[in-house]
């Protein structure tokens, strides 16, 4: 077994597998059974070898989301009732349910998991509502294989659109439109080697266990404290944002343009731009598939009379949701909550600044706000990392 984007002979593989597929692409040609057999292997060298179980496991679950969204496909071509939409969406996530609630009840890991299991769920999920919503037309099978099992972002994304990769698969670029994607390709992987195997390295490898052992020693706010706060967010930045370069580089070699997930985050002038350029694959994905969907539930329903309180409703639920999906544990939960209610401050500060347009703006007010925000994101990655549940346990 080998993880992804984990060391230079990952690298090496993918340099050697790949020439065939891109002197095709060049060419004007897809190899497509020798694609597939590249995929098998990855596919294998990824989940098998020691890890055996993961290797049943993907298998399994390969079958059920297949035959899920095979099945509400042509119910959904007859028929469109909720109760059966809501069941499919459930039985699309049972198997993501019991991997993350497993440890807490059992203490052991789900024998079901394996990893990636997070974002092939997003995707049979996104499946499943696109279905509902009439988006997608038609059901290929085997390109939903191929969607789901896109190996280099099968791990940790980015979350494609199955519209999107459908497009690109079905009309790649050829020859001379083909070269500018490579040329982005091997620049992606380039930057990614630095900010992956130079930076976070080096910051993962000495700043962050160093400033930990201060802060654990002084057992409460501190300088020492700070600075690990400062030094965990930079290594969470470069190492995810490294590894999502790895991914995209690697699909834009296939011919798929992938999204990318980081866009300058830390410049952000207020919380709800950080999220729109931070790991921006599963922010648009909870933003369409959960909040969006829950917002337009609640105004429906007129659960509540203002929008605002539905708003806000909306930004509690998805940060929840998405502070239980990292983890069970309470700093995984409050991590959750504080971005929740800091969204509706921030969306309360935006309102105000709507309807007071003779606020100051100029050059300082944005540095103060950019400030204000870089801070915010990381005393929530401090709550995120769980050196407080080590400092008060």
Known sequence: MILPYDG???????????????????RGKRYLIYQNLVTVLFLFLTFGGKSWHQGVSIIVYIIWQWALVYGYFHYRQKKNATNIFVGAVILAIIPLAIVKIAPLASGHNSIIGFLGVSYLTFKSVQMVM??????????????????????????SGPIDRYRRFEK???????????????????WMIMLGSVYKF?????????????????????????VSLLLYMYSYSMYLFFDFAGYSLFAVGTSYLLGI?????????????NLKEFWN????????????????????TLMKKKVFKSRITVSNIGYLALFLLMGIWHGLTWYY?????????????????????????NLPSNWATNALAIFITFNTVCFSFLIFSGILDKMFR
């Open 198 to 222: 130079i930076i976070a390295h080096y910051i993962g490898t000495f700043a962050v266990p160093y400033t930990e052992g201060l802060a654990l020693g002084t057992k409460g706010f501190s």
């Open 277 to 296: 350029r931070w790991h921006m694959s599963l922010s648009f994905w909870f933003r369409d598939y959960v909040f969006m969907r829950l917002v337009f």
């Open 130 to 155: 696109e279905i509902r919503d009439g988006l997608i037309k038609e059901f290929h099978p085997m390109m939903f294989l191929q969607f789901l099992l896109f190996f280099p972002t099968i791990s």
């Open 8 to 26: 230079p002979s990952y690298f090496i593989i993918i340099a050697v597998l790949f020439l065939p597929i891109i002197i095709g692409l060049l």
């Open 333 to 357: 939960i409050v991590y959750g909550l504080f971005h929740g209610v800091a969204m509706c401050i921030n969306d309360a500060w935006l309102r105000y600044k709507k309807k007071h347009k």
């Open 168 to 186: 690109d698969f079905n009309q790649p670029a050829y020859g001379e439109a083909y070269i500018p994607l490579l040329s982005k390709a091997i």
């Open 257 to 269: 343009e992938t999204p990318v997930n980081f866009n300058k985050p830390f410049i952000s002038p």
